[in-house]
């Protein structure tokens, strides 16, 4: 991880690899990816490959120590990465990277729970933001012809679609 206090004098730290578990024998073996810095806490993707074999969710709150988050799995949630994330009335929201799409829910940013999106299977949701109150959430039918679907929510829980048929943009 590169760190910096002023945004001038940056510094690489390296990542503890211990908390996931990664011996000195795998330490090429594995990746660490953050992806969002929200409400207070920095949130990143790692898979470990070789005999261990697994990927997850860590946070810190300094960029710099890292934490296992704690994600209840699900029949979807696996090698695939969490893609973005918001926080908003008191709730963590992850973007899962996979298709069928789904969204990894916390109230702590630690405790991660999936919620399935009602959506075909050729829809890919790629990005979440919160605003007024409210989550969006983005996509694409990856078929002909595209289509890009948004939708939202107040809870992260219950997802009421946009329809945009018909737009390419």
Do not use: C, K
Request: proline share 8%; glycine share 12%.
């Amino acid at each position: 991880v590169t760190v910096s206090t002023n945004g001038l004098d940056w510094e690489t730290v390296p990542v503890n690899r211990a908390v996931v578990g990664v011996s000195e024998e795998f330490s090429d073996q594995w990746y660490f990816q953050p992806f969002a810095f929200v409400n207070d806490r920095f949130l990143a993707n790692y898979e470990v490959f070789g005999p261990i074999g697994e990927s997850g969710l860590l946070y810190s709150t300094n960029g710099l120590d890292w934490q296992r988050a704690e994600v209840i799995p699900s029949e979807i949630w696996g090698p695939s990465r969490v893609a973005s994330a918001a926080y908003g009335n008191g709730i963590y929201l992850g973007v899962f990277e996979g298709n069928p799409p789904e969204i990894l829910r916390s109230t702590d940013g630690v405790h991660w729970a999936p919620v399935p999106l009602a959506l075909p299977f050729h829809v890919n949701v790629t990005s979440i933001a919160f605003g007024n109150g409210r989550f969006v959430v983005g996509g694409y039918r990856s078929f002909f012809p595209p289509h890009h679907t948004l939708m939202h929510s107040t809870d992260g829980v219950t997802w009421p679609g946009i329809d945009t048929a018909g737009t390419n943009s």
